[in-house]
């Protein structure tokens, strides 16, 4: 579970931890909490405990408490998994950003997806997206965290939840391709249209 990118160290925003924290507390319980910092250690669990949002954290240290609550409460269960990122992406989005994002269309907003994870991410990666008529492909490229099976269901779950809360529609989120360093994800909608596609 290390970073493979070399060069610059790659940092996670805070409002993870933060969004985490309270999912944890509020859904889960204390308990549930103590069991993942026991197994997090005193150094990583630090930014769980008294996170703050706007600071840079190591993705080593995200990555670790994402395998600590996909173990402590999901038992490693995928789905289980996913549902816990889409509670901490509908936390994470406060009451009056859910209003903005239900005015904003979705393939507005899957064009500006390399802005937001441009601002949540450090020193790492880059991302395209490719609008279709009723679907997105997004690639995601130079950030070394996706053979890490939790990295592949937080990208499902934050797209799916944020693009649900935008358009009142789930759609269909696949991972089509990926390798250490990169990831190609489809964005598919049964009913609604995206702008700008063919």
């Known amino acids: 579970m290390e970073d493979r990118g070399g060069g610059l160290e790659c940092l996670a925003k805070g409002v993870w931890f933060v969004t985490a924290r309270r999912v944890l507390v509020d859904e889960h319980g204390e308990d549930a909490l103590a069991r993942i910092v026991h197994r997090l250690g005193v150094d990583d669990s630090r930014p769980l405990l008294e996170p703050f949002a706007s600071a840079w954290y190591p993705e080593t240290t995200l990555q670790r408490t994402m395998d600590a609550v996909s173990v402590e409460v ?13 509670a901490c992406t509908v936390v994470g989005i406060n009451r009056f950003l859910r209003v903005v994002l239900s005015l904003t269309s979705p393939a507005y907003l899957l064009s500006k997806m390399p802005v937001f994870w441009a601002r949540h991410r450090r020193n790492q990666s880059r991302l395209e997206v490719e609008l279709g008529a009723r679907s997105a492909r997004l690639r995601y490229a130079g950030f070394p965290f996706f053979g890490d099976p939790n990295y592949r269901i937080l990208v499902r779950g934050i797209l799916r939840k944020t693009l649900e809360i935008s358009s009142g529609e789930r759609p269909e989120v696949t991972i089509r391709d990926y390798a250490h360093d990169r990831l190609a994800v489809d964005v598919f909608f049964a009913t609604l249209r995206l702008s700008g596609g063919t």
């Open 74 to 86: 999901c038992e490693r269960d995928p789905e289980r998994f996913c549902a816990f990122i889409e």
